[in-house]
């Protein structure tokens, strides 16, 4: 007979059940929360350009507007997972939405405010 090690897993307090699928949720939330803030980049940066703007001007302002809360998104993101993931109790979705675009506007803030020159 060969016994088959599992792997550690912590007790959960009586009656407390974990969330399911933490870092789908939370990622989702972050995705959903890029989009928005990169739409309102986006429509905010080609209004600011001249109705005669080139090509490459075009370009150059949608790809900074994409590129521009890609850090603010993720990172957000990625911490509320495993922040859900270790809490014993239920996280709805709404909840971690909502901590999610928290953690996003703190997070956008200071990247502006680090890249704004002085």
């Avoid at 090509?55 to 521009?68: C, D, F, N, P, W």
Wanted: net charge positive.
């Amino acid at each position: 007979m060969s016994v088959i090690s599992q792997p550690h897993q912590t007790p959960r307090p009586s009656g407390a059940v974990a969330t399911a699928h933490p870092f789908a949720k939370a990622f989702a939330s972050g995705g959903l929360v890029y989009i928005a803030a990169t739409s309102v980049m986006l429509l905010l940066a080609l209004r600011a350009l001249p109705a005669d703007a080139t090509s490459y001007e075009l370009g150059y302002a949608t790809a900074r507007a994409l590129a521009q809360f890609t850090v603010a998104g993720f990172v957000p993101a990625l911490i509320m997972g495993m922040a859900v993931q270790q809490s014993p109790r239920r996280w709805r979705f709404w909840q971690i939405s909502l901590s999610v675009m928290a953690m996003f506007c703190v997070t956008a803030a200071l990247q502006t405010l680090g890249t704004t020159p002085h």
